[in-house]
């Protein structure tokens, strides 16, 4: 999103921090649940750095990396989308810590993320009274909205591995069900007017597990129900057309803002 629009800023505002909801945002945000799934899967296991290992050195990236959003004072496509990436592996890997190392069961971490994303939210209306992402222009609203989108990832993947694997769906039905869900919000939003402040959320948490069930399927092995393309190519092609959509972001901002 470009600078516009908001006319002259209060003392301690930001221009908003956050791209319009378009196609490309829900096509690259897909992309990034997916990025999320198999990076998470390829740092872990293939290049052997264990889940332990793995959740420090993304930990440590994604501080470093948010720090840098914050800071900015305005969207910037590059930072935005780079952040949105590593909350996905950081939100992936913490589910992947509860269950795996912590023991804790998958509905029991379904519910648990479910009540703290909840409370997320009851915490932002309450201070701020509104949940949209098109005011996003104080740092306060901003550390809410990550803690946010923290929890919509966390929360996504417990939910998806718990239809994957506990409901026994398999990676395909998987994506298909939540693809569904995805498509049904869409035309609660568009067909019936439902409220679009609860339909962009419902549908950002329902994303997580449609592109984790998505990377799921393209990069596990045929004989665990995927096609087998592996994490390295998985993440390296969805990565590139992050990439490539991002890219054109900018140059399209900058365009913009020659000829403003």
């Known amino acids: 999103m470009s600078a516009t629009t908001l ?40 290049l052997g750095f264990g889940l332990g290992g793995t959740s420090v050195v993304m930990a440590a990236l994604l501080a470093a990396i948010l720090w840098m959003q914050v800071r900015a004072d305005r969207y910037v496509p590059v930072i935005y989308w780079l952040t949105t990436v590593m909350v996905s592996v950081v939100g992936t890997l913490i589910t992947d810590n509860m269950v ?20 997320t939210f009851a915490a932002w209306y309450a201070v701020e009274r509104t949940l949209s992402i098109h005011t996003i222009v104080t740092r306060r609203r901003e550390g809410f909205y990550w803690a946010t989108i923290l929890f919509t990832f966390a ?35 568009y067909g019936f007017r439902a409220g679009a402040v609860l339909c962009f959320w419902i549908a950002y948490v329902l994303t997580r597990p449609f592109g984790a069930s998505l990377g799921d399927l393209l990069s596990q092995a045929p004989a665990d129900g995927g096609f087998g393309l592996g994490t390295v190519g998985t993440s390296a092609v969805f990565l590139t057309v992050i990439g490539a959509l991002v890219f054109r972001m900018v140059r399209t901002a900058r365009l913009a803002e020659q000829r403003a």
């Open 7 to 46: 006319g002259p800023r209060a003392a301690g505002t930001l221009l908003n921090k956050v791209p319009e909801v378009t196609l490309a945002f829900w096509v690259i945000k897909i992309l990034a649940t997916t990025v999320g799934e198999t990076g998470a899967d390829f740092l872990s296991v293939t």
């Open 100 to 119: 795996d190392n912590l023991g804790v069961p998958l509905p029991a971490a379904t519910a648990g993320f479910a009540i703290g994303l909840a409370v």
């Open 155 to 189: 929360l996504g993947t417990a939910a998806g591995d718990l239809v994957a694997e506990r409901l026994a769906l398999g990676y395909g039905l998987s994506a298909v069900m939540f693809g569904a869900l995805i498509a049904a919000v869409t035309l609660a939003h």
